[in-house]
């Protein structure tokens, strides 16, 4: 029995686990939230789907083809180009909505409050004060947590589950309606709740979700409503105009369109091309033109000025005309920047670290709780946050001399944010006149304002004020990030980053003396280095962060900043996205795989052990191999008898499959013997003569080519089986690896489809009978097949023969045994593959590798068996 249990243990290795919870899978750790006991790592699960990006190119989809001309080819591009530009548009007044409202619901809150302060603070009730602010920012917060708790899904911000989507990965109900509707309206109530999260990274998941769900025309949450569109029904237009709708998002929210797209291509599509970026642009130019046009519309009334690209305005970067000593930066300011870099790096990597652990602690202790629990959580962060705002803007400010004239722009029809747009945040809380308190102007103000203050305030903002600010944010912030209520982190970084850029100015300007010093600038590039610590975006947010601040001559400045950021936040740890993509177990394909990786082939990363179809399957074969395995391609294939010729006697079904073998191998001698055939039909005489003497004489029927001869292997007999006959656990290892033929891949959707349209014919009949489904038909139930286990098929005749070979894919991408992994995982993750079946040198398929294959932990785990075997 120890034995037993010990080679269990062997064998399964990969999939179990023994000692003390020997009865639960990696994977169930996973959705348990717990962690393996050494090296406390949650593995990737195997219950997501890949994306089919690869086109599945069988019999309907070749008929659509042949009806294809350039008419019709125009056409589809056009009504693609004009979906780019529904995107973007949606996805634009989508930003506006919730920058309406947010706007709208914080003015009313801070001008009750600041209100009530201002009495209070003669009267001596401002725990009147606190008690209004708190049943504003708890009732708004227990909104957005119950919207989280209608859709889960719609917590944080969106960008790991989005990016986990361009790269291939199918993640349950992430571009659905409703997951829009409770992130729109959730993102609104938890930034006007007075929470540390922003409402730009949410734009990101919104934008997603409008390019996933408007090219279709249809939602699973409305299922009444639906339009005869034929177009785009497959997962690679789907991935497409998703990777438009996030870069949308991008766009909206910081009126970067450049960077829109750039963020689309480096955090997660690996499929990219010439076409595809320009449709990305076009939808970003397109969401960041609607925004500005209907924002500059509302809050100036002049229509069409273009005055507010972005959700988030950095303004414009200009010293004052008075200080001729002033510039925006100079060379010896790039070794400051650096050292910020390096500092922002540090702080990103704890930031992370601590947030990773909080992850970890609320999946064992809050996750697997009543949901209620969650709701309970945010609202506790609610009350710690808004009693540290009030408390520490009302006791640990200190009364600053405000600007008289700190002329930021001068041209009111351009960009610019002006002296009075600044001082009019500040807050007077307790200090006299002409004096403003510097903590509440931080801490009382929409975020978007106090970065406004910290980017161009020429007034100072005392050093220990900027220390205890930066302090209390980053921890606040850090212990928000992952509750359940919807939430970004890109202003909170922003805010928290500028503030610790402005405390380095102050430092240089007060202690050091270096007075050319422009306060603005540190603040940007320390927003930059925080920033870019914990997130670890470059290319992108370089360019995100010049078109926000419309200087270009910041361009290198923010370049070297947020590379030193990432490079020293990557000794340490993960961006935070990449974190939580670990956290929820998705088996995210990074950009190319380690050199050491090489010293494996595909033999030692593949799947050996197959559940496969034949050509001809018997309808209850199909439904016990579909309801039994929950795997999404199956191989279909035949197998390799030495006495084909007396299986094929007396059993139709056994011969419809040899006989598909047969016409399916190509060899030599018969395909010149078919251009032979397709050449006399020229009416030369001459070339007829010399296809007839080329022509080899018929040889006998039981003559075999040399290719079949190579077929025969050396396990004989083989089992006396049918294909509609299961495995049997007394089979021998050659008995259960038998040798089998390679035709190509065919769906679980498929297979579904044609057993709910009863696709079949009778044993007596000729598969000619079968009925043919066109391409419309097979992709009419996209994106959301039926389930197998929900299906009646009492009506079906389970002895009914199914003819599979008109809707495989008999051309997949196949790799041979001896490819070298870094080969394998470029040719998988460039072709945005699914499946890669694994074919020897005579067309036999000896396994299979899927994306769990090609994860850094599977093949570090294969590697370190590699160097046991060596």
């Not at 010293?599 to 074969?621: C, F, G, W």
């Not at 050449?679 to 005489?685: C, D, G, I, V």
């Not at 003569?689 to 080519?705: F, G, I, Q, T, Y």
Request: glycine share 8%; with cysteine.
């Amino acid at each position: 029995m120890a034995g037993c249990r010990g080679s269990l243990c062997c064998c399964c290795r990969w999939c179990c686990c023994c000692g003390e919870r020997e009865t639960r899978t990696p994977e169930e750790l996973t959705i348990l939230g717990e962690t393996q006991e050494e090296e406390d790592e949650i593995l990737p699960r195997k219950d997501y789907e890949s994306l089919d990006y690869d086109r599945c190119i069988n019999d309907p989809y070749l008929e659509v083809l042949e009806t294809m001309d350039n008419k019709k080819g125009r056409r589809y591009e056009a009504v693609k180009w004009m979906m780019v530009f529904a995107i973007g548009v949606c996805t634009g007044l989508v930003g506006l909505f919730v920058d309406f409202f947010v706007r709208l619901f914080t003015q009313l809150k801070f001008g009750v409050v600041q209100t009530s302060v201002e009495e209070c603070s003669q009267k001596g009730c401002l725990a009147l004060s606190l008690l209004e602010l708190l049943g504003f920012n708890l009732t708004f917060v227990f909104l957005a947590s119950i919207l989280v708790l209608i859709e889960p899904v719609a917590a944080g911000s969106g960008i790991p589950e989005i990016k986990c989507y361009l790269n291939g990965v199918k993640v349950p109900g992430i571009v659905r309606l409703r997951t829009l509707l409770c992130k729109v309206f959730g993102v609104l109530f938890s930034v006007a709740g007075g929470l540390f999260v922003g409402k730009e990274g949410p734009m990101i998941h919104s934008g997603a979700v409008v390019g996933a769900g408007l090219p279709q025309f249809q939602s699973i949450s409305l299922r009444k409503i639906q339009f005869n569109f034929p177009y785009f029904r497959s997962d690679r237009d789907k991935r497409d105009f998703v990777s438009a709708g996030a870069a949308a998002g991008v766009a909206a929210a910081f009126g970067a369109p450049i960077g829109g797209t750039l963020f689309s291509l480096e955090e997660g599509s690996s499929f990219w091309n010439q076409g595809l970026t320009w449709k990305v642009l076009f939808c970003s130019m397109s969401a960041t033109f609607t925004l500005n046009f209907f924002r500059s519309g509302i809050q100036f009334g002049s229509w069409g000025s273009f005055q507010l690209p972005g959700l988030l305005n950095f303004g414009e970067f200009k010293c004052s005309d008075s200080d001729k000593k002033c510039h925006l930066w100079t060379a010896m300011d790039l070794g400051f920047f650096v050292v910020m870099g390096v500092i922002g790096g540090l702080l990103g990597a704890t930031f992370n670290c601590l947030n990773k652990r909080l992850a970890k602690y609320r999946m064992r202790n809050v996750h697997p709780k009543p949901k209620l629990v969650r709701v309970l959580e945010s609202l506790l962060v609610s009350v710690v946050s808004t009693v540290v705002v009030f408390m520490a803007s009302m006791v640990l400010g200190e009364c600053r001399q405000m600007s008289a004239s700190g002329q930021i722009g001068n041209d009111s029809s351009q960009l610019q944010v002006t002296s009075e747009d600044v001082n009019s945040s500040t807050k007077t809380f307790f200090c006299p006149n002409e004096t403003y308190n510097d903590m509440a102007t931080l801490f009382f103000n929409p975020q978007e304002s106090a970065i406004l203050q910290l980017f161009h305030q020429d007034s100072t903002f005392s050093p220990v004020t900027l220390a205890l600010f930066f302090a209390l944010y980053f921890l606040l912030a850090c212990w928000t990030y992952g509750i359940s209520v919807p939430s970004g982190l890109f202003v909170p970084s922003l805010l928290c980053g500028a503030a610790f850029g402005r405390l380095v100015a102050n430092v240089l300007k007060s202690y050091i003396g270096l007075g050319h010093i422009y306060s603005g600038t540190f603040a940007l590039i320390g927003a930059a280095a925080f920033l870019g610590g914990v997130v670890r975006m470059t290319i992108s947010l370089t360019v995100i962060l010049i078109e926000s601040t419309n200087e270009i001559t910041y361009g290198l400045p923010i370049m070297i900043t947020l590379m030193v950021a990432k490079w020293t936040g990557d000794f340490f740890n993960k961006g935070i996205y990449d974190i939580h993509v670990g956290l929820r177990g998705v088996p995210l394909l990074e950009w190319e795989t380690e050199a050491e990786m090489d010293k494996l082939r595909a033999s030692d990363i593949m799947e050996p052990n197959l559940t496969y179809v034949y050509p001809h399957t018997r309808i209850q074969s199909l439904v016990s191999i579909l309801r039994t395995t929950v795997h999404h391609a199956f191989p279909v294939v035949t197998e390799n008898r030495g006495n084909e010729k007396e299986f094929m006697k007396g059993n139709q079904l056994i011969s419809n499959n040899i006989k598909f073998k047969k016409s399916s191998i190509l060899t030599r001698a018969g395909e010149q013997r078919r251009r032979s055939q397709s050449m006399k039909s020229y009416p030369s005489s001459e070339l007829r003569n010399v296809c007839d003497e080329h022509l080899p004489s018929e040889e006998p029927a039981e003559k075999e080519d040399l290719l079949q001869q190579m077929l025969e292997r050396r396990y004989t007999p083989y089992p006396n089986l049918y294909p509609d006959q299961s495995p049997s656990e007394d089979w021998t290892m050659e008995e259960r690896f038998r040798p089998l033929t390679f035709h190509g891949l065919i769906l679980r959707s498929q297979l579904v489809t044609l057993l709910v349209r009863g696709v079949c014919y009778s044993e007596s009949q000729s598969s000619a009978s079968q009925p043919r489904l066109s391409y419309a038909e097979m992709a009419e139930d996209y994106p959301r097949y039926p389930d197998i286990h929900d299906l009646d098929l009492t009506l079906l005749n389970p002895r009914m023969i199914v003819d599979v070979t008109p809707y495989m894919n008999p051309a997949p991408f196949t790799v041979s045994p001896n490819t070298h992994v870094s080969q394998v995982f470029n040719l998988f993750r460039t072709m945005g593959l699914r499946h890669l079946p694994v074919v020897n040198a005579v067309g036999e398929i000896v396994g299979i590798i899927t994306r769990h294959n090609l994860t850094y932990e599977f093949l570090q785990a294969r590697l370190r068996q590699h160097y046991q075997t060596i």
